[in-house]
């Protein structure tokens, strides 16, 4: 059909590619990402599976009238945690996806 092409090679390169991919997927699964939000009060430890692991907050900060405070800041360390544990993974993937940047796509955790 196409002159020069080998669909063996094609197909010998792309399962190649995806043990490989699949290989710097369960590395980045296993690095982990520390958070800390409002000077230390909240913390999280996330994987590159996107998996909250620990969350710690200082009891100090607990205070039944300013529960919204305290949601923020949980809600702050979560979504920085997403940010950085997405891009490890897209830095993980990089030299595989030819410098694509994955770190915007959802489910990067997905099988």
């Known amino acids: 059909m196409f002159k020069g092409l080998d669909m063996k090679e094609i197909m010998k390169k792309a399962k190649e590619m995806q043990k490989t991919l699949a290989e710097k997927k369960k590395n980045a699964a296993s690095k982990t990402i520390d958070v800390s939000v409002g000077g230390g009060m909240v913390q999280m430890k ?64 997905e099988k």
């Open 46 to 109: 996330m994987n590159g599976n996107l998996e909250t692991l620990q969350v710690k907050i200082d009891p100090e900060i607990v205070d039944k009238n300013e529960v919204d405070i305290l949601e923020d800041l949980v809600r702050a360390a979560c979504n920085e945690a997403v940010r950085q544990a997405r891009e490890l993974v897209s830095s993980e993937l990089s030299d595989v996806m030819g410098g694509i940047d994955l770190s915007n796509l959802p489910n990067m955790n």
